[in-house]
């Protein structure tokens, strides 16, 4: 049993009650086979209860001549504990036999066995497992009151009777006494039905069983305690698919992990081909493949998915008896290597391979290894069906991300912790505590003390000995959003991050424990309370594709689409082709996007050639569809999928491992092009990032003059919850004199300002090889080079960067840009596509840019989050020069109208500026009703603005 606590409600084949109105679910309870299956070295085969005979029976295939066996009264939940068989999980024994051969003998007809374990010893070997009759259904009740503790219910099949054991304990210190539990059709329902008894306990959780005459569940349970009532909504576990799709090395195939419930077993099924004879072991390891970020990367080392998933600390020189005798990931141990093999195909059952509870395998990683040892191929087990995926973006002081991940279906359903978090200086520090805080950020430049605080739904309390009762072991006993006491406290690595990977069952991305919106603070090390990094916890869209409008000389239409839900999931393809007349061969990504109205804009000149970022040699390619997704370039989809040869229409989904969506070799904002037969270009598309529905874009772009001219244009897709997509970069310059490499960076002031640093990234002792692109987040937000290299102004070039802000507090807007070759320089202000608007106001003391922001949304009816107000501000004489841009608002007559009414707060004289705009001529020029602005601003402005505000504590 797994040391968390559990309350389990499952049917067995007698009943404990005695009344002619019963008698039917009696007779008809678990009718036919209830067997358990035994997987051991040297020991295969089933132990059956026939309940029409009441006989059991052993087919067994075993060396020994003795098989001692015995029947206990818990069920075993799989993967959950490095001793499933002990006592104290199983409970004590109801049958015990000792058997020789294949033995025939009859039992209690009077037990009810299914739901209970059986335990089995031979040879010197043991292992158990549940009695099985192949058809429940399971139920969950999670209580959290004064009384603790989860509750399963199984019922073999409808309509037969169910079977409550539970787990239950108070959480404060109150007299051991029964406790009585009831179903309910609400918490304050009048309709109940009693079910029972249960001793609870504050010292221990008291695990007990009872047996129920009833065969229909109710949506709620309660439990009544003294005077005292606890309830808890029941929920319909689903059974849990995830798998692993490989296209590496060469090698293809796929895992795919189904477990009905944490009482079930795990079906395995294992489709590989192309093996060549050179495959050796497979397993699990405990992190998921990140994605590639060089050409001659290894993505299956251990740096990359981690170490050989053993939670339980298994010790890999057991004596092998049951399934629970290797560690979790040690799949080849416990079914057999892959050794000479060209192809493998089998379904396989596995008593050790959870996909509830903390020591899931979902989202960790499946490894090939060769027969050397070596890693070979690997990929990450995702989630079947729809998934919602969060995110933590850490920036300042520590840097990287938390990434949340559940399936979209139940909220129930446990929930996915990634980290990937290092120090933003060269320090290591360990033992820092991380926990849900109740408050986001409001802004970015807001200090942690604002994130008020721990997540605590359930009011646990945190005084006497919580940091003693609080751990790992007994989670129940913790706050919801205190993650290092519930899981660990964690470490901080520099440069390269820590990675972790948690299952954590208590905290949610939807329903009544959904941490969506609230904020994740990280405290100083070993255990120290004060904040040092924080960051909120936002709903990521899903990464989304579509072809624009096409260009060139064909004729055909139709569109490709893809998404991906994050890195380390394939990118799912369709392609809708159509009027291709049996003239088109192959379509690939290439480099650049479409120029719209340009001449011959399918040409290498405007968009270059395949998108190929890891080098792959095309020549050495193998033929069209008969490769691995790597062995192609990233761009070449039809390589990798089929060509166009001789079609006129085609429809088809992929599932691509070797085409991202996001990241710094992102696909997205690049181009789509269908090639004829010779190779020569038909079609042409960008492959544009697609809008959900409540993002909007922000352009920016920087012009050039002079002796190199032309634009640097970034833009970015900003939602309302504070995200944002990575930017793309368009470099688009031409030098009028010699060429030469650049220097970019984006500076603070026109000459001879400091590198953009707003998340105050330290320079480790002019030491810059931590910053790259593909850890973005270590660089300076305007070290262009550092993040994507020297430029070369005689070409077209495009970036994906994800660390450089459009918007918000820390955005790049009214930055300088600057070129850099030899001793010369030459800059441009960074400018958004709507007009930047400047206010001039008496200075105040503190200046409140929230209040601003405010205040400019109610006056121009905007919502908040469109309002950038820019971070710096000009003081002359004693006025304070403050600017701003509003996404997608370009109605200068209202922006301007801002100044016509001296009412709205202490402004100087000359108060408004906006770039390209005329100032209009009186006060009725504005389109807003002077008596409604002077309503709104003056009581939002007037007093926002010079409120001297302090950070919630």
């Not at 300042?396 to 912790?417: C, E, H, R, W």
């Not at 380390?568 to 082709?577: G, K």
């Not at 601003?852 to 309002?867: E, F, M, T, Y």
């Not at 001529?921 to 402005?941: D, E, H, K, Q, R």
Request: hydrophobic fraction near 35%; charge should be neutral; charged fraction near 15%.
């Amino acid at each position: 049993m797994s040391k968390t606590l559990v309350i389990l409600l499952i049917l067995s084949s007698t009943l404990v009650v005695t009344s002619t109105a019963d008698q039917g679910l009696k007779d008809s309870c678990c009718q036919g086979d209830i067997t358990a299956q035994i997987q051991m070295t040297n020991v295969q085969g089933s132990v059956t209860i026939d309940t029409n005979t009441w006989t059991l029976r052993t087919n067994l295939s075993t060396r020994c001549a003795t098989v001692n066996i015995s029947i206990h009264e818990f069920p075993v939940i799989y993967g959950a504990s490095q001793d499933p068989c002990d006592i104290g999980h199983i409970g004590q024994s109801s049958l015990d036999l000792s058997l020789k051969g294949t033995t025939q003998v009859v039992v209690d007809r009077n037990m009810r066995y299914d739901g209970r374990s059986l335990f089995l010893k031979t040879c010197g070997l043991q292992t158990c497992v549940n009695l099985d009759t192949g058809a429940h259904r399971v139920w969950k009740a999670v209580v959290h009151s004064f009384i603790l503790g989860q509750v399963y219910f199984l019922q073999p099949s409808t309509p037969q009777p169910i079977t409550v054991v539970m787990e239950l304990g108070l959480l404060e210190e109150m007299a051991a006494l029964n406790a009585s539990l009831f179903f309910s059709d609400a918490c304050q329902g009048n309709n109940v039905q009693l079910l029972g008894s249960a001793q609870v306990n504050h010292q221990k959780f008291a695990k007990s069983r009872l047996e129920l005459n009833t065969a229909e569940v109710m949506p709620y349970l309660v439990i009544k305690y003294q005077e005292r009532w606890a309830c808890a909504e029941l929920k319909l576990i689903q059974t849990k698919e995830v798998s692993a799709q490989f296209s590496m090395k060469g090698v293809e195939g796929s895992f795919s992990f189904k477990q009905e419930s944490p009482f079930h077993p795990t079906q395995l099924s294992i489709n590989l081909w192309r093996l060549r004879g050179l495959a050796g072991q497979y397993r699990i390891h405990s992190l998921p493949v990140r994605a590639r970020h060089h050409s001659d990367q290894n993505l299956c080392d251990e740096g990359n998915t981690g170490s050989l998933w053993n939670p339980l600390s298994v010790s890999t020189a057991n004596n092998r008896g049951g399934h629970t005798s290797w560690p979790i990931g040690d799949l080849s141990g416990r079914h057999g290597t892959l050794q000479g093999r060209e192809a493998f195909s089998a379904v396989l059952t596995d008593w050790n391979l959870p996909l509830f509870g903390n020591n899931s395998v979902t989202t960790r990683s499946v490894l090939i290894l060769k027969a050397s040892g070596e890693p070979w191929a690997c990929s990450t087990i995702n989630l079947e069906g729809e998934v919602v995926t969060a995110l933590a973006s850490f920036r300042k002081g520590v840097v990287g991300k938390i990434m949340f991940q559940q399936a979209t279906s139940d909220p129930y359903n446990d929930l996915t912790v990634y980290i990937e978090l290092s120090q933003a200086s060269d320090s290591i520090s360990k033992n820092h505590n991380w926990h849900i805080h109740e408050i986001p950020l409001t802004t970015e430049s807001k200090d942690c003390a604002s994130a008020g605080g721990h997540f605590n739904p359930y009011n646990v309390s945190t005084g006497g000995n919580y940091s003693q009762e609080c751990k790992p072991s007994n989670p129940m006993r913790c706050e919801a959003g205190d993650y290092a006491g519930r899981l660990v406290p964690i470490t901080l690595l520099a440069p390269f991050p820590a990675r972790y990977l948690f299952t954590d069952s208590l905290t949610s991305l939807t329903g009544p424990t959904s941490i969506i919106g609230r904020s994740v603070v990280i405290h100083e090390s070993e255990g120290r309370s004060p904040r040092v990094a924080c960051a909120n916890i936002l709903l990521q869209p899903i990464f989304q594709g579509r072809t624009d409008l096409w260009s060139g000389s064909g004729n055909a239409g139709g569109e490709l689409g893809a998404s991906q839900v994050s890195e380390f999931t394939p990118t799912v393809i369709d392609v809708n082709f159509n009027g291709l007349s049996g003239l088109a061969g192959g379509f690939h990504i290439h480099q650049l996007p479409v120029t719209a109205g340009s001449d011959n804009p399918c040409s290498d000149q405007k968009i270059r050639g395949h998108f190929n970022p890891f080098l792959v040699n095309m020549t050495s390619s193998p033929a069209v569809g008969n490769g691995t997704d790597d062995e192609y370039e990233l761009g070449d989809i039809s390589g990798r999928h089929g060509s166009l040869l001789n079609l006129d229409n085609k429809i088809a989904k992929f599932r691509d491992m070797n085409l991202p969506l996001s990241g710094p070799h992102s696909a997205l904002g690049r181009s789509l092009v269908i090639h004829y037969v010779n190779g020569s270009r038909m079609h042409c598309a960008t492959f544009q990032h697609q809008l959900s529905s409540d993002g909007e874009w922000v352009r920016v772009s920087a012009e050039f003059s002079g002796v190199i001219r032309g634009r640097i244009s970034l833009s970015q897709i900003v939602y309302p919850n504070g995200g944002s997509s990575d930017t793309t970069i368009l470099v688009d310059l031409q030098p009028a004199s010699p060429d030469k490499n650049l220097s970019w960076s984006i500076r603070t002031q026109d000459s001879g300002g400091e590198t953009y640093n707003p998340y105050e990234i330290p320079n480790q002792g002019g030491n810059w090889s931590w910053c790259g692109p593909q850890v973005s987040q270590h660089c300076r937000v305007g070290d262009l080079v550092g993040k994507h290299g020297p430029i070369s102004p005689r070409n077209r070039l495009m970036f994906t960067d994800s660390n450089l802000p459009l918007a918000g507090d820390f955005t790049v807007v009214s930055r300088t840009l600057a070129l850099s070759w030899d001793s010369l320089e030459l800059s441009s202000m960074l400018l958004p596509d709507v007009s930047i608007t400047s206010l001039k106001f008496q200075k105040v003391t503190p200046f409140d840019r929230s209040a601003l922001r405010g205040a400019v949304s109610a006056a121009l009816g905007v919502p908040l989050w469109k309002v950038t107000v820019l971070p710096q501000t000009t003081e002359e004489d004693s006025c304070l020069r403050v600017q701003f841009f509003v996404i997608g608002f370009n109605d200068t007559s209202n922006l301007n109208a801002l100044q016509a009414q001296e009412s709205l707060g202490p402004f100087c004289t000359s108060t408004l500026c906006c770039p390209g705009s005329k100032k209009p001529s009186g006060s009725n020029a504005s389109g807003i009703s002077t008596s409604i602005f002077l309503i709104i601003a003056s009581l939002v402005l007037s007093q926002l603005l010079l409120a001297n505000r302090t950070d919630e504590k």
